[in-house]
């Protein structure tokens, strides 16, 4: 059995929160499954690394603002890493383009083309537990490239395709996909279900819950996804074909 889990920047926002994720890979884990976990920068840090950058010099070149951006998701999975190694499992950290995720060179909202290195499933064969930083790869000139503003749900999916995954589980501050954002309305209804095609739409409404390329491609792929939060042990929502709910 092989799992991606993704955890989004609320979820490792400070050492408690590291620490309640470490547990979380931990537990898939102990149950014998291979883990490839995708992490996102901690809670704003790249907004604040923007707001620095800007501060320097609001006309950076795309591609020194990817190289520099790419720096929040490195630290997050290094903590998730020693948070891991305190609580005694072997992890390994791995950024987009040691894990070999190749883009295009649309620096700033790249594409991912292909996963062009078996370097996570040796690790996974090792006995590793793998972290991937999420929303960066690296493309034919060899620069580091980030995929767009919530890109690491991307990243998830891509791992869950290429690497033909058992689940792929997106966790986040929410416990599931609403019909409206949960946070603005109390009587938000949360979906058990929805197909690649609603999820679409609600993302083309303004729902960012998920990056819409990482529905794209779950749709492409056949990658069924579940949208769960990782403060609460609550089922999620599944997002998957009509065909596939019917299994
Ligand atoms: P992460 O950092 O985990 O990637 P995001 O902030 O990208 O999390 O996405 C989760 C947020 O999406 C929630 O906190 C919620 O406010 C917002 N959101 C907007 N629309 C919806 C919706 N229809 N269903 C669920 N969450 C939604
Ligand atoms: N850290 C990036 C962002 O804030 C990517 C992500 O969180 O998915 O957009
Ligand atoms: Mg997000």
Redo the contacts with the bound molecule.
Sequence with gaps: MLIVQK?????VANRERIFAVARLIAQAAKMGAQVVAVV?AQGDMTDELIERAIAINPRASAREMDAYLATGEQMSVGLLAMALEKLGYSAVTLTGWQAGLETDSVYGNARILRLGSDRIVRELEGGKIVLVTGFQGWNEAGDITTLGR?G??TTAVALAAFLHADLCKI????D????????NNPN?MKFDWLSYEKMRR?IAG????LHDRSVEMAQQHGIAIEVLSSFTGNPGTIVCSETRRGD
């Design positions: 955890f989004g920047g609320t979820s996102s919530g690491s749900d966790y986040t501050d929410v599931g996909v609403y019909d409206c954002d949960p946070r938000a609600l303004g729902a960012q819950v």
